[in-house]
C-alpha cells in the first residue's frame, strides 16, 4: 500500500488549499479514510474522517472550515482547507482510518500559513 499526499504550499492566514491523497495497492472503498495533521513539536493529531457511507466527523478546531471527500473509484481521499490560521501550519497525512489501519504512512505534505 502506498499513499502519496500533494496539495500543501505556503499561504497566508485567510488562504485556502485543497490536499489530495493518491492511494495504491489497495481499494479505499470499504473503509474509513482519514486525515491527519503533525506540526513541529507535537504529536499527529486526528483532522477529519469519512465512512465509506460518505458520513464525515471532524475534531473540534476545524470549526467549520475544512471539508474531506473521496472518490473510490479514483482511489483519492480529499482535505479542503478554508480560512486557514497560523496555527494549521504542519505536515499533512491521510491513512486508514479504520480497525484494519494504518497503513504505511506517506510523505505527507507541508501546509504553511502566515500570518
Known amino acids: 500500500v502506498q499513499l502519496v499526499e500533494s496539495g500543501g504550499g505556503l499561504v497566508q492566514s485567510g488562504g485556502s488549499l485543497k490536499l489530495s491523497c493518491i492511494v495504491s495497492?489497495?481499494?479505499?472503498?470499504?473503509?474509513?479514510w482519514g486525515w491527519y495533521r503533525q506540526a513541529p513539536g507535537k504529536q499527529r493529531e486526528v483532522v477529519a474522517r469519512?465512512?465509506?457511507?460518505?458520513?464525515?466527523h471532524y475534531s473540534g478546531f476545524v470549526e467549520g472550515r475544512f471539508t474531506i471527500s473521496r472518490d473510490d473509484a479514483k482511489n483519492t481521499v480529499w482535505l479542503q482547507l478554508n480560512n486557514l490560521t497560523p496555527e494549521d501550519t504542519a505536515v499533512y497525512y491521510c491513512?486508514?482510518?479504520?480497525?484494519?489501519?494504518?497503513?504505511?504512512w506517506g510523505q505527507g505534505t507541508q501546509v504553511t500559513v502566515s500570518s
Open positions: 491513512n486508514d482510518a479504520s480497525a484494519f489501519g494504518p497503513r504505511p
Open positions: 495497492g489497495m481499494d479505499i472503498g470499504s473503509y474509513t
Open positions: 469519512i465512512g465509506n457511507n460518505k458520513i464525515t
